[in-house]
Nanobody, 123 residues
Framework: QVQLVESGGGLVQAGGSLRLSCAAS????????MGWFRQAPGKEREFVAV????????YYADSRKGRFTISRDNTKKTVYLQMNSLKPEDTAVYYC????????????????WGQGTQVTVSS
């Protein structure tokens, strides 16, 4: 079992930065693949970034490459999403998710979810 709590969302102007955090509890965090996803109103949940359990592999949605960075600290049981050069189209609720095994980018492959944190980017 993994419990996840996101934080760090808020209102930011276009071009600004935010760092999201996802604090986990449970024994399996250090062996879990961690992903960030987002969902805008009326849209399907979409992939943002994913990181392997060891942190040695990370993948990003094409539109986020170069602007977003995912990282993790297994000693703190926390995964981060650094978001730079934010755009109004990045406005969404951001969720972290966990699963054991593989590095999928499909949100339906994840077993554990946080409650989400709102990110709003003004133009």
């Amino acid at each position: 079992q993994v419990q996840l709590v996101e934080s760090g969302g808020g209102l930011v102007q276009a071009g600004g930065s935010l760092r999201l955090s996802c604090a986990a509890s449970g024994r399996t965090f250090s062996s879990a693949t961690m992903g960030w996803f987002r969902q805008a109103p009326g849209k399907e949940r979409e992939f943002v970034a994913v990181i392997s359990w060891s942190g040695d592999r990370a993948y990003y949605a094409d539109s986020r490459k170069g602007r977003f960075t995912i990282s993790r600290d297994n000693t703190k049981k926390t995964v981060y999403l650094q978001m730079n050069s934010l755009k109004p189209e990045d406005t969404a609720v951001y969720y972290c998710a966990a699963r054991v095994g593989g590095i999928p980018t499909d949100y339906r492959a994840y077993d554990y979810w946080g409650q989400g944190t709102q990110v709003t980017v003004s133009s």
